[in-house]
C-alpha cells in the first residue's frame, strides 16, 4: 500500500525563501510539480487548498496565516462557504479580529420547508464550522467560539426537524442537541445568502 503525503507548512516556507515570493498559490503549485516521492508515497489531492490559496493570495496575510486559511474544512464547492472564508480571511487582515455578528445579517434561523431551504441552511452550518474552526488556530482573533457554536448546534437541530417530518430518519433515531436558551440569538439563513451575495456583487 502507498502513503498519502500533504506539504507542510515548513516546506512550503523554505520553498517561499528560496523563490523570495510570499505568494503561496504559486509556491504550492511548484511544489507539486517538482516533488518526486519513492514508490511507496503520493502527493495528496491539493486542489481544493489551491483554490483557497488562490483567494488569500488576494490580502496582506503573512505566509504562515495562509497556509492556515488553506487547512480549513471550507467547502470550495459551497459559494456560501467559500465566501464565508473569504469574509473571514478578509476582516482578519483588515482589522485582526472577526466577530462573528459582522459577518452574519441578524435574523431568524427556521425549519426548511423546501430542499433548496435545507442546502441554504447546510451552507450556513458549514460556515459557523469554519469558524469555530478558525478560533481554535486564531484564538484571539476569533473571539465568538461560543456563539458559534450555540448557532451550529441550532443548525443541526433544524436540519434533523426538517429530515425528520421528511420522513428521511424513523423515529427515536433522532439526536437533539441541546442549547442553552440565552445563546439562541439566531441568524437567517436567506438573508445571510443574500449578505453573502451583496457583499460578493461588491468586490466584482
Request: net charge neutral; with cysteine; aromatic share 10%.
Amino acid at each position: 500500500q502507498r502513503a498519502g503525503l500533504f506539504p507542510t507548512f515548513d516546506l512550503l516556507s523554505v520553498y517561499s525563501r528560496l523563490h523570495g515570493t510570499d505568494f503561496l498559490h504559486p509556491i504550492l503549485e511548484r511544489f507539486l510539480d517538482k516533488a518526486k516521492l519513492s514508490p511507496d508515497y503520493f502527493i495528496a489531492d491539493c486542489e481544493d487548498m489551491l483554490k483557497v490559496a488562490a483567494i488569500v493570495d488576494e490580502l496582506p496575510l503573512a505566509l504562515h496565516d495562509k497556509y492556515v486559511f488553506c487547512q480549513s474544512p471550507v467547502d470550495v464547492r459551497d459559494d456560501i462557504s467559500t465566501q464565508g472564508l473569504t469574509q473571514f480571511a478578509e476582516n482578519y487582515a483588515k482589522k485582526g479580529t472577526v466577530r462573528l455578528k459582522e459577518i452574519f445579517t441578524p435574523g431568524t434561523l427556521r425549519v426548511p420547508t423546501t430542499h433548496n431551504q435545507l442546502q441554504e441552511l447546510e451552507s450556513v452550518h458549514k460556515v459557523l464550522e469554519l469558524y469555530v474552526w478558525l478560533s481554535y488556530r486564531f484564538d484571539d482573533s476569533f473571539p465568538d467560539r461560543e456563539l458559534a457554536a450555540s448557532q451550529k448546534s441550532i443548525c443541526s437541530m433544524l436540519i434533523e426537524e426538517y429530515l425528520e417530518r421528511s420522513g428521511w430518519q424513523q423515529q427515536g433515531q433522532r439526536r437533539v442537541l441541546r442549547t442553552p436558551r440565552k445563546l439562541r440569538r439566531e441568524y437567517d439563513a436567506l438573508q445571510l445568502r443574500g449578505y453573502f451575495r451583496e457583499i460578493d456583487a461588491r468586490s466584482k
